[in-house]
C-alpha cells in the first residue's frame, strides 16, 4: 500500500491503492482507522469511517473490473471527513431497495444513512465514489 503525505485540514489528505479484491477491504479499514487516529478522531468516527470505506470498496470489487481501486480520505474541515473509492467503471452507483431476504444490496443506502452527502464524480478514467461524515456524529480528542 502507498500512503501520501499527510496535509492539513482542506488539503488533499490520505491516499492509497489496493487491489480491487475482497481481502482488501481490511486494508482500507486499517488504512482509514490510521488516518483518523492521526487526525486525533474518536473511536465513534474510526467505526463509521471503517463501515463507509468497507461499502465504498465492496461496491467497487463487486460491481466493477478494476484491478486497483484508490482509497482516499480528506479532511474538508474540522467538522468533517470526506472518504472515497476510485475506480475505471463509468458505471454510475445508486441507491436499490433489496428484498428483506437479500444477503447484498444495502451498501449504499448503508452509506448514505450514516453520511451527511454521498455521491460519485464521473472522470475520463472511471470515478470516485464518495461520502462525507460530520460533527455531531463524532466529537474531536
Not at 6 to 12: E, V, W, Y
Not at 90 to 106: F, Q, V
Not at 117 to 139: F, L
Request: charged share 20%.
Amino acid at each position: 500500500m502507498t500512503v501520501a503525505q499527510p496535509n492539513a485540514i482542506d488539503s488533499p489528505g490520505y491516499a492509497a491503492e489496493v487491489p480491487c479484491i475482497r481481502e482488501s477491504v481490511s486494508l482500507a479499514r486499517a488504512f482509514i482507522s490510521h488516518v483518523l487516529a492521526v487526525w486525533g478522531m474518536d473511536d465513534d468516527m474510526t467505526d463509521w469511517g471503517k463501515i463507509i470505506v468497507t461499502e465504498l470498496l465492496a461496491n467497487a470489487v463487486e460491481h466493477t473490473d478494476t484491478p486497483v481501486s484508490r482509497i482516499h480520505i480528506e479532511r474538508p474541515s474540522s467538522g468533517a471527513v470526506r472518504i472515497g473509492v476510485s475506480d475505471r467503471s463509468h458505471d454510475a452507483p445508486h441507491l436499490k431497495t433489496a428484498d428483506l431476504n437479500a444477503e447484498s444490496g444495502r451498501g449504499l443506502s448503508l452509506v448514505a444513512a450514516m453520511s451527511s452527502q454521498w455521491g460519485y464524480d464521473m472522470h475520463a478514467w472511471g470515478k470516485d465514489t464518495w461520502a462525507v461524515v460530520e460533527t455531531p456524529v463524532w466529537r474531536e480528542r
